[in-house]
């Protein structure tokens, strides 16, 4: 086994090897929880095993299959067998399913192709694995041979009878009728037509498929009602058409054979067959929603990392000779993380602010340049509203006050006659203030401090250049929550929380080692950044999921970094459905799909027409590359108009002028005139 | 096989004597001065620009000047390519140059293959290095990316079902958005090298190299292996990816994947021409449907490769 330097940096089950996937492995719950009580293994009934990426389902299917059966059974086949199943795990990428189409040949040929040579795929691991079982049990020759004539047998389209004496014959006889093929889709490229005697079917599809394990299953004793089950991962590498053969199989398989099918969410695109029936969860298989099954089971996710954290970390300690018992790993590891608090944030800015001018107060100065005049009136001006107060988040609520109030001034065409008004407003908040700072009654500031303090918090660390101050929560248990129940985003922060901090000299893993604030930060950026990057989404449907995420994260992040927020801390928008076009419907699909926005399923009633809203949030994992937050507090309501633009790709052209409409209403000065002015159009951030 | 032992020459241009009169010249027209100024220059009985619909920004009124130029629509090399051995006399005696410089990488692949093939035994290349190209590390090739394929005709014909231990060698360039699709793609494939142009065809080009590959490096944390070859060099290149391979015989499955320069694109056509009768291995390539042309700044020199085709 790999001794790593980084017990995180193994991110996917691919990479481990058969004992690694063994060692590692880790259940979501017990009994009823486990991953297996819902697979089942024992049961006939075909499982649809779907996820986004990094849900696992590559680690539970290959800890079902064969070659784990064994590692767990210690190569004992009578104990593989009491599990009355044998896994045979494929991985479709290797099918290469792109070879099947185009190149001149039509598409029933392909199909016809196609079919012919899945069985020959699959029979190859399924003769193997036999052979295994074979030998072990010392098949007698006798039954040898009467298994191979009901498989030669099962060739019946062969001009003279096929007399294959052994497995591994068998296995050659087969390989060489998948190498013709292989030569003749290759080929075909050039010749545009198949040489059919070289592809011509030597058996009804699925005959070696379902009749091998049939003739077997009757045959030999010790494998009698012993389960064979085709594990098929990556199912979203086929062709749709493709899919609708795989789901043909699901609807034609015979005992002892069923499928499991692993595939990402995305990729469950079709239940038809090949008899245009369509196959019915519940009855001809059973869907399992990984992502669905998780935030299902919220209270028993942040056990389940916990767990997996816990296990890389002893076996990446025990490798090194340590031995330190797991209960003591968790908490020695979470210790390591520095705690985040707003004081020292406050505290930081507010020592800075005394030695040079941070830069709320260097905007709020050239924005009144629009109002007050002369010019060198304002310096005093904004000294006035500080009035003395050190504190810059102090500042900043008196700060928002004076926006919110200036904004409400109704003198558009007066606006330099609103010095004394300005001024009027700022008396009238430094006298609210004191109030608030001397614990009289002060119901505005109150509810300012109640609903803007992490969002002004977060505006002083971006404005000022530092956002990496702006964590807002740290350590393991916000991890859980940012990693939005996905065990590989977890693990991503923790590889790259390691990782940087190895980097920075933290020395993360050893007795005296660290995670700073400042690793942290950079860990969940570094995070945010892979996954966006790594959106499973190709051509031209990849450009539009782009640019509405861009859209709604501009959108977003105004709310947040602008001088009045009408709402607190919002990374979620509410939409009526019923108002989007069936483009922008389609959008909120794919992004809901692709895991890029998560849907609360609790929605709520619009306030005026009680029309039933969705309410989605972006993935939290997403929002450290916008500065956004990830506790659901205040919701965007987006209204026709806003949703549509966003979502609506035809109408994308449209959106920076919308954008800039409901930038004026929230950033001062407020100016109608910016509608034109394209220079002003984003925010500093 | 040893790669070594094929010539490589190089030129400041066509004028020093070292170039013979071909029968057919074939390059691709990609509105580069340097592609432009070796057809015009070379000799050859015949010459043919092949006109990609990939590239998108060429209009039919810059090259229709030309008598001799060969255009499908089709995006697709195999249906691209249908009519050309109708239309030009190829044989195996044929006197055929070929600049590389301005082609789609498949359609390169697709045409050696066909050459060959054909019976074709001796090809030269041609490579005209530019002086840098427009944008630096930031140079766009392509532009939406879209499936990951076999290249056609270069698909595997010793397919292994088995995928416990399968190999990818990226040819890893510039475009880093190609190199993200193809390591998605094939996110499990256990073994992974990138192949970096070094020497690179400029100082400033490895490091830019580097940079890119940095990008990605999310995708490839483990059994991620990364080897050299020079930028301008096919047989060296040809020469690693059998190296490389060598080194573990049960490789269950090989995928070659050619994304940096045009000389390490004719190294993978050359070691799989080699070895496709005999390993699993298949050239796969992330296709795009539109190409951005004049993306290279000057002409520093030209290279000439000389095939000899098994």
Redesign the interface.
């Known amino acids: 086994m790999k001794n790593l330097e980084n017990p995180f940096s193994v991110l996917k089950a691919t990479e481990f090897t058969n004992e690694e996937i063994k060692e590692y492995w880790v259940d979501f719950g017990h009994g009823k929880n486990s991953v297996f009580n819902f697979l089942n293994p024992t049961t006939d009934l075909p499982k649809y095993l779907l996820g986004s990426k990094g849900t696992g389902k590559t680690h539970i299917l290959k800890y079902a299959s064969y070659p784990l059966q064994k590692l767990k059974a210690n190569n004992d086949f009578n104990k593989i067998l009491e599990e009355k199943y044998i896994g045979l795990y494929y991985e479709l990428y290797g099918y290469n399913a792109s070879r099947f189409k185009g190149k001149g040949i039509d598409q029933d040929q392909w199909n016809t192709v196609f079919e012919y040579y899945l069985d020959l795929f699959l029979a190859d691991k399924l003769l193997k694995t036999y052979s295994e079982f074979f030998d072990f049990f010392k098949v007698n020759d006798d039954l040898l041979q009467s298994v191979l004539k009901g498989i030669n047998n099962l060739f019946n389209q062969t001009e003279s009878p096929l007399e294959c004496k052994s497995i591994k014959e068998l296995i050659d006889y087969i390989s060489l009728l998948r190498k013709k093929i292989d030569s003749e889709i290759n080929n075909v490229a050039f010749t545009r037509k198949f040489n059919l005697s070289e592809i011509k079917s030597l058996f009804t599809p699925g005959d070696l498929i379902f009749g091998i394990p049939e003739l077997i299953s009757q045959q030999v004793i010790q494998l009698k009602d012993v389960k064979i089950i085709y594990i098929l991962d990556e199912i979203e590498k086929l062709e749709e058409w493709q899919k609708v053969y795989i789901n043909t199989l699901v609807w034609d398989k015979r005992k002892p054979v069923t499928f499991w099918l692993g595939m990402r969410t995305w990729g469950y695109t079709t239940w038809t067959t090949k008899s245009t029936e369509l196959i019915r969860d519940g009855h001809e298989f059973n869907k399992i929603d990984l992502d669905s099954f998780i935030s299902n089971n919220q209270e028993l996710y942040p056990e389940f990392v916990s767990n997996l954290c816990v296990n890389r970390l002893t076996k990446y300690f025990s490798k090194r000779g340590i031995s330190i018992e797991a209960k003591n790993i968790k908490k020695d590891f979470e210790d390591k993380f520095e705690q985040y608090s707003e004081e020292s944030v406050v505290e930081y800015f507010s020592n800075l602010g005394k030695r040079k001018e941070l830069a709320h107060i260097t905007k709020l100065k050239e924005k009144l340049k629009y109002v007050i005049k002369p010019e060198k009136a304002i310096n005093s001006f904004v000294a006035k509203l500080i009035d003395d107060e050190e504190n810059v988040l102090f500042q900043k609520y008196k700060f928002f006050k004076f926006y919110k109030d200036w904004y409400n001034l109704d003198s558009d065409n007066k606006r330099l006659k609103r010095q004394w008004t300005l001024e009027n407003i700022m008396f009238a908040i430094n006298d609210e203030f004191r109030k608030y700072k001397t614990g009289s009654n002060s119901i505005v500031f109150e509810e300012i401090v109640d609903k803007r303090k992490k969002d002004f918090i977060a505006q002083i660390c971006v404005e000022n250049n530092e956002p990496a101050r702006n964590i807002e929560h740290s350590g393991i248990d916000s991890f859980i929550e940012r990693s939005q129940c996905n065990p590989r985003n977890f693990l991503m922060i923790l590889m790259k929380c390691v990782e940087i901090g190895n980097l920075r000299n933290e020395k993360t893993l050893e007795p005296e080692g660290k995670v700073s604030l400042e690793t942290q930060y950079r860990a969940l950026y570094d995070t945010a950044e892979w996954f966006y990057k790594t959106i499973e989404i190709k051509g031209e449907e990849a450009k539009k999921l782009y640019d509405s995420l861009q859209f709604l994260s501009d959108i977003l992040k105004l709310y947040r970094y602008c001088d009045k927020p009408t709402e607190t801390s919002v990374f979620g928008f509410s939409i009526t459905h019923e108002d989007l076009s069936n483009e922008a419907k389609r959008q909120i699909g794919d992004m809901e799909t692709y895991s890029i926005i998560v849907k609360d399923i609790k929605g709520r009633k619009e306030r005026n027409t009680s029309r039933e809203e969705n309410r989605y949030f972006l993935n939290k994992t997403l929002c450290p590359l916008w500065g956004l937050p990830i506790k659901k507090r205040g919701i965007l309501d987006l209204n026709r108009e806003t949703a549509n633009l966003i979502f609506n790709y035809t109408l994308k052209n449209q959106f920076e002028s919308s954008y800039k409409k409901i930038r004026s209403k929230l950033v001062a000065p407020f100016l109608k005139e910016e509608l034109t002015n394209s220079s002003q159009n984003t925010l500093d951030f | 096989m040893d790669y070594s032992i094929f010539y490589t020459t190089k030129h400041k241009n066509l004028e020093d004597g070292s170039f013979e009169e071909y029968d057919l010249f074939i390059s691709g027209f990609d509105l580069c001065e340097r592609t432009k100024k070796i057809y015009d220059e070379i000799k050859s009985k015949e010459k043919v620009w092949l006109i990609f619909p990939q590239y998108k920004d060429i209009k039919d009124t810059d090259y229709n000047s030309y008598s001799n130029y060969y255009f499908d629509s089709s995006y697709?090399e195999?249906?691209y390519f249908?009519k050309f051995l109708g239309k030009y006399n190829v044989s195996s005696e044929i006197k055929l140059c070929i600049d590389i410089t301005g082609f789609i990488r498949p359609h390169l692949i697709?045409l050696i293959?066909?050459l060959y093939?054909t019976g074709v035994k001796k090809i030269d290349f041609l490579y005209s290095e530019p002086n840098h190209y427009e944008r630096g590390e930031n140079t766009s090739f392509t532009g939406?990316?879209?499936?990951v394929?076999?290249v056609?005709?270069?698909?595997?014909?010793?397919?292994?079902?088995?995928?416990d231990n399968?190999l990818l060698i990226v040819a890893t360039g510039y475009d880093d958005k190609l190199v993200?699709?193809i390591l998605?793609?094939?996110?499990?494939?256990?073994t992974k090298y990138h192949l970096i142009g070094f020497p690179s065809l400029q100082l400033d080009m490895y490091q830019e190299n580097i940079l890119k590959l940095n990008?990605t490096k999310?995708?490839v944390?483990?059994?991620s292996y990364t080897e050299f070859a020079p930028a301008m060099d096919p047989f060296i290149t040809a020469q690693t990816i059998h190296d490389i391979i060598e080194r573990d015989k049960s490789y269950?499955?090989i995928y070659l994947c050619p994304i940096s320069t045009k000389p390490h694109t004719l190294g993978v056509a050359l070691y799989y021409l080699n070895n496709f009768r005999t390993k699993p291995v298949?050239i796969i390539f992330p296709y795009s449907k539109r190409y951005n042309i004049k993306t290279a700044i000057g002409m520093k020199r030209i290279w000439k490769y000389t095939f000899e085709l098994p």
């Open positions: 697709e195999d249906t249908e697709f293959k066909m093939m939406i990316t879209g499936a394929e076999s056609k005709w270069c698909s595997s014909e010793n397919n292994n079902p088995d995928s399968d993200q699709k998605q793609d094939k996110l499990r494939v256990k990008q999310e995708l944390e483990n059994n269950t499955n298949s």
